[in-house]
């Protein structure tokens, strides 16, 4: 009896240890994928390997936040077929949301690649804005989001004067400045 229990203990570690090292191949396959695409010089490979993605009439809502944040893990700022596309993918969900958070990535992207951000957000912009149109969907500047909404200045907390004039608001010494007596 025991060495039947022995027997059958040592035919699962043995399945066990085949299923772990399944899963850490497979792991490695998708990562090493993904790092041949990043270290290709020619970027049309990584182009059409997310344009094919986001084009598949099958994907589902998950497999398309994967696809967006492996676009966004990427060091690279898309190309407009590829922002194209994930926008498509985005309608055809029927998730305004997400498609408003993809742009918000880009234009985050934009404005950590280079000094002069504006330049290549706006030349994403203007190269998607007939596909912004065709699905209805608004750019950020358009609804606002481009500016905090719920911006209070309190001179005694903001540590940097140039937030004051980006948003508009003058920077006060301290509270004492404020005349509370005023009627």
Same mark, same amino acid.
Not at 81 to 86: D, F
Not at 106 to 127: F, M, P
Not at 160 to 165: D, P
Not at 169 to 180: A, E, G, H, M, P
């Given at each position: 009896?025991?060495s039947k229990?022995l027997?059958?203990?040592?035919a699962?570690?043995?399945?066990l240890?085949?299923?772990r090292?399944? +899963?850490?191949?497979?792991?490695a &396959? +998708?990562?090493g994928?993904?790092?041949?695409l990043?270290e290709?010089?020619?970027s049309?490979?990584?182009?059409?390997?997310?344009?094919n993605?986001?084009?598949r009439?099958?994907?589902d809502n998950?497999?398309?936040?994967?696809?967006?944040t =492996?676009?966004?893990l990427m060091?690279a700022? @898309?190309e @407009?077929?590829v922002?194209?596309?994930?926008?498509?993918?985005?309608?055809?969900?029927?998730d305004?949301?997400?498609?408003?958070?993809?742009l =918000?990535s880009?234009?985050?992207k934009c404005?950590a690649s280079?000094?002069d951000?504006?330049?290549i957000?706006a030349?994403i912009?203007?190269e998607?804005?007939? &596909?912004?149109d065709?699905?209805?969907?608004?750019?950020? =500047?358009d609804?606002?989001y481009?500016?905090?909404?719920?911006?209070?200045?309190e +001179?005694?907390?903001?540590?940097?004067n140039?937030?004051?004039?980006?948003?508009?608001?003058d920077k006060?010494?301290?509270?004492k400045?404020?005349?509370?007596n005023a009627?």
């Amino acid at each position: 009896m025991a060495s039947k229990l022995l027997r059958v203990g040592y035919a699962l570690t043995k399945n066990l240890g085949q299923i772990r090292q399944a +899963s850490a191949v497979g792991g490695a &396959v +998708s990562q090493g994928f993904l790092q041949e695409l990043a270290e290709e010089k020619d970027s049309s490979k990584f182009d059409q390997h997310f344009i094919n993605y986001f084009n598949r009439p099958e994907i589902d809502n998950w497999e398309l936040r994967k696809g967006l944040t =492996e676009l966004h893990l990427m060091d690279a700022i @898309p190309e @407009p077929k590829v922002v194209e596309a994930a926008l498509r993918a985005c309608r055809r969900i029927n998730d305004f949301a997400l498609t408003i958070r993809f742009l =918000e990535s880009i234009k985050i992207k934009c404005q950590a690649s280079v000094t002069d951000e504006k330049a290549i957000y706006a030349y994403i912009i203007n190269e998607v804005k007939p &596909v912004l149109d065709e699905l209805g969907i608004s750019t950020l =500047e358009d609804l606002g989001y481009d500016k905090p909404e719920l911006f209070l200045p309190e +001179s005694d907390w903001w540590w940097e004067n140039k937030w004051y004039k980006e948003y508009g608001y003058d920077k006060l010494n301290s509270y004492k400045d404020i005349n509370f007596n005023a009627k």
